[in-house]
């Protein structure tokens, strides 16, 4: 299975909304990605967990919050955002510092604020 | 800085045909360099991995090269396919962390039939 799955495929949500985009895998990888992309553009990286621990954040504001529960899902929350906001959220996952292995990628999560 | 440029930004050509799709990166100091292929609306699905030390991976009709000290990665595609249109991502991560990737702007591909 090289799956990861992202919840929900859409989201819709005001600016003083809050809520949670989920992804998940079970390849047993140690790590999991959090990047944003917009249209016409290449993916952003966010942020980086590695081993269930935070390892990068791309100087993100704190309007999006990661968490990492365990070793299979990956959580982004989301409060207080803006219209530019708006774009695809994609999941990955890899094992951490295996140069031979690439990253699979989930759908994304297609997100408008207004 | 690492800086990935791919060109063309567009490309459209008839089915059949072979093409070539490049990818330049100004930062030699590479872990590895790997393709992507995005169809609209969707996430990216790896297509080839090239290691620092390697020059070139094959899969099926697509076959990468990379020439890390001139900075320059291809991809070649063989006999195109209207299935083959979508957008073709390049994307390079340091040698320090294998796990911060860094983006081409794509080359949108369209093969007509």
């Known amino acids: 299975d090289t799956e990861v799955t992202q919840t929900p495929k859409h989201l819709v949500m005001g600016m003083t909304n809050k809520k949670s985009l989920k992804c998940e895998q079970h390849m047993g990888h140690r790590a999991m990605y959090w990047y944003k992309q917009k249209a016409k553009k290449p993916p952003e990286l966010m942020f980086v967990y590695s081993y269930e621990k935070l390892s990068i954040n791309e100087s993100v504001p704190s309007r999006f919050s990661p968490e990492c529960p365990n070793s299979s899902l990956l959580n982004l929350h989301l409060h207080a955002l803006q219209p530019e906001d708006s774009a695809l959220y994609l999941c990955?996952?890899?094992?951490?510092?295996?140069?031979?292995?690439?990253?699979?990628f989930g759908p994304g999560t297609r997100l408008l604020v207004l | 800085k690492q800086e990935v440029t791919q060109i063309p930004a567009a490309l459209s050509v008839p089915e059949g045909e072979n093409l070539v799709l490049n990818c330049s990166f100004t930062d030699s100091a590479i872990y590895n360099l790997q393709w992507f292929r995005q169809d609209p609306g969707k996430g990216l699905t790896s297509l080839l991995l090239?290691?620092?030390?390697?020059r070139e991976q094959t899969s099926g009709r697509l076959n990468a090269s990379l020439d890390k000290s001139s900075g320059r990665s291809t991809l070649y595609i063989a006999a195109s396919q209207p299935g083959d249109s979508a957008t073709y991502l390049c994307?390079?991560?340091?040698?320090?962390?294998?796990?911060?990737?860094?983006f081409g702007e794509g080359t949108q591909l369209t093969v007509n039939p």
């Open positions: 990955a996952s890899s094992q951490p510092l295996r140069p031979r292995e690439t990253q699979y």
């Open positions: 994307a390079v991560s340091r040698e320090t962390s294998g796990s911060r990737l860094t």
């Open positions: 090239i290691q620092s030390s390697q």
